[in-house]
């Protein structure tokens, strides 16, 4: 009887084996298997992102991360590029690379994948020991699916990976998981932020495991003014107590424990040579007093060095020393802050090492979590009435300003007591100011002649700052693109600069303006606001998501004056407008004296965080701005 079932059941074995044989494995990450509501307003779907971080010790781990995403349109194809950086004390391994399509079948697996190695050091770089593991598959056809899974060894520790649900706006997410394991007592600080469910900690003899998941999160689309992704993405950061990098140990549990590290890791590489010392003690012989002496050497650096990445090691945290700076005439952040701490080291001024997340949009650091938040480093210089901060790594910026890379943000400040976080320069509504001037001389034919002076204060002088390095076609190019006219003529321009604390650049636009009145009739119109009209109205929703982020204030004045044209009469001005709400203010009036016209204009927005609730308030604002704007005087002709 056995031999007769075997006997049966084989033609039915074969054929399963052979029929597996012919259509290859089972499909993996079908895009019809993707829930519907994950699809909504999304480029792509990451199917899987699995990361488990075993920490044997404190200065070695590994992290096993299993990650896929389903490619939906060609806004999302970015997302099918892999890259991984590593250096001294990180390798990445067993990289594995997949595709399949829409139906989840295999287009290529991890054998006929090319893995690519490139040095990571930039164009600014020097010396680093910076390299990334890279892979473009190279394919179109959405949808598709890209599964990579890779390994990461570390042999030193300070900073430990963050685990953000999204990675970016319009990316839904299926599973997401974030897995750490640790031996027995070892100290694992965390931090959770926008999770709904908490840490699961599961405790054996042998290991410690911490648990996270996220499962089916919808896509959030990018809005206008909305907080970065990071503010609204559940997270986890993750941080030693103890750590060890580069047979260099500290801890973490307090920034001032962390800001000893740091302190200790430049501690006597402030040393300049005597002949050094000397000149600069010359340079500085004719200072009136503390500010005039420590902008003397400012400029002094400016001149002297140039700014070229160094990582080596430890390069990431430690600067190399005074004297080499001072020899080579280059050096990284770190080096050019420590090296202008030495020169005022010389001449008896005080001054911290001071370590800061850098960018435009960085993210807030958690001042609740003390750990490696940090990409850049200042000086900051504390006087008796005031504090001035030193970016020392750009020769042409201002003595004193920051700008826009790190204002207004949390910093930690070291010193041979330790590390505290202190806010650097938040610049004012009165100091971020636009201020423009100019005349209209219009003709009866509709065409017009203007000159216009237009003062850029504060985190605005960032907005025409490029134009003072560039060569004259560049710079004419970039002017043509700041005028948003649909027809002028450039005339002629000139800038003037100054460098103060709070520095501000001047331009000065001749224009010419082609039918800038229109003719109807016997009528002209014109819109006096020439160059200021706002056009930053967002679209409304019912489904916003995100707060409303103004990350900086602001205003602008504009006073115009319009030269009318012999036999023009004013037919009709545009209504004196006056509002505010908490938001800013907006006010224009245009009044009339003879042939001239005068149009002055008052745009001011207030920095911010408001809740979604205030949005539709938001664009009502922005609204009646956009609508006072587009105002039009109607001149008559006696003619």
């Excluded at 706006?169 to 600080?189: D, H, Q």
């Excluded at 802050?337 to 807030?364: H, Q, R, W």
């Excluded at 082609?514 to 109807?520: K, Q, R």
């Excluded at 009528?523 to 409304?540: C, D, G, H, Q, T």
Aim: glycine share 6%.
């Amino acid at each position: 009887m056995l031999q007769k079932l075997k006997a049966a059941l084989f033609p039915i074995i074969l054929f399963s084996l052979a029929s597996k044989g012919l259509c290859g494995a089972e499909p993996k990450y079908k895009v019809s298997d993707i829930p519907k509501d994950l699809l909504k307003d999304a480029k792509a779907v990451v199917r899987k992102n699995e990361v488990e971080f075993k920490i044997s010790d404190i200065d070695k781990a590994v992290e096993n991360v299993t990650y896929a995403i389903t490619i939906l349109n060609e806004n999302g194809i970015d997302k099918s590029v892999f890259y991984q950086f590593y250096d001294k004390f990180s390798s990445v391994r067993k990289i594995s690379v997949n595709l399949y399509d829409q139906n989840g079948e295999v287009i290529r697996n991890g054998a006929n994948v090319n893995v690519k190695d490139y040095s990571a050091i930039a164009g600014y770089s020097l010396y680093e020991d910076s390299r990334v593991k890279f892979v473009d598959p190279k394919y179109r056809t959405t949808p598709f699916t890209v599964e990579v899974s890779y390994e990461i060894a570390y042999d030193g520790l300070f900073g430990y990976p963050k685990w953000h649900v999204y990675e970016d706006y319009n990316v839904g997410v299926e599973k997401s998981k974030l897995t750490v394991i640790t031996a027995p007592g070892f100290s694992l600080r965390y931090k959770e932020f926008n999770m709904k469910d908490s840490c699961r900690i599961v405790k054996s003899d042998n290991k410690t495991e911490y648990n996270w998941e996220a499962n089916d999160f919808p896509a959030i689309r990018e809005e206008p003014f909305s907080l970065p992704i990071s503010k609204l993405s559940p997270s986890v950061y993750l941080a030693p107590s103890d750590f060890e990098i580069g047979g260099s140990q500290g801890n973490c549990e307090s920034w001032d424990n962390l800001g000893k590290w740091i302190y200790k890791l430049q501690k006597d590489r402030n040393i300049l040579e005597p002949e050094t010392r000397e000149k600069i003690l010359s340079i500085v012989s004719g200072a009136k007093n503390d500010i005039d002496k420590i902008r003397i050497l400012y400029n002094y650096l400016q001149t002297k060095v140039r700014y070229v990445n160094i990582t080596i090691g430890l390069g990431g945290w430690q600067t190399i020393n005074a004297e080499t700076v001072d020899r080579l005439s280059y050096g990284d952040c770190k080096a050019l802050s420590n090296y202008m701490k030495s020169l005022l080291d010389i001449v008896g001024i005080k001054s911290l090492f001071t370590i800061v997340m850098a960018g435009d949009d960085a993210p807030a650091i958690f001042d609740d979590f003390p750990s490696a938040q940090f990409n850049h480093a200042i000086l900051c210089v504390p006087l008796t009435n005031d504090t001035i901060w030193l970016e020392c790594t750009n020769q042409r910026i201002p003595f004193g300003y920051l700008g826009a890379f790190t204002d207004d943000r949390k910093v930690l400040v070291t010193g041979e007591n330790g590390g505290s976080l202190v806010r650097t320069k938040q610049y004012s509504q009165d100091e971020n100011v636009q201020i423009r001037n100019g005349s209209v001389k219009l003709n009866p034919d509709g065409n017009g002649e203007s000159g216009l002076k237009t003062s850029f204060k504060g985190i605005l002088y960032e907005n025409i700052f490029p134009i003072l390095a560039m060569d004259e076609n560049d710079r004419k190019l970039f002017i043509q693109k700041q005028i948003s006219l649909p027809i002028f003529n450039l005339l002629s321009y000139s800038f003037s600069e100054d460098r103060s604390i709070v520095p501000c650049i001047t331009e000065n636009l001749k224009i010419s303006l082609p039918n800038y009145g229109a003719i109807v009739g016997k009528r002209m119109y014109f819109n006096p606001n020439i160059l200021s009209r706002f056009a930053k109205v967002p679209y409304r929703t019912q489904e916003r998501k995100s707060e409303i982020y103004l990350r900086r204030s602001y205003q602008e004045l504009d006073t115009i004056e319009y030269i009318i044209p012999l036999n023009y009469l004013v037919d009709k001005l545009p209504d004196k407008k006056n509002f505010k709400s908490k938001f800013g203010e907006y006010s224009s009036e245009v009044t009339s004296n003879g042939d001239k016209i005068k149009y002055v204009r008052l745009l001011k927005f207030t920095k911010g965080q408001y809740p979604v609730s205030d949005y539709n308030s938001f664009v009502d604002f922005c609204e009646q701005i956009s609508v006072a704007d587009q105002g039009k005087v109607i001149l008559n002709s006696s003619k």
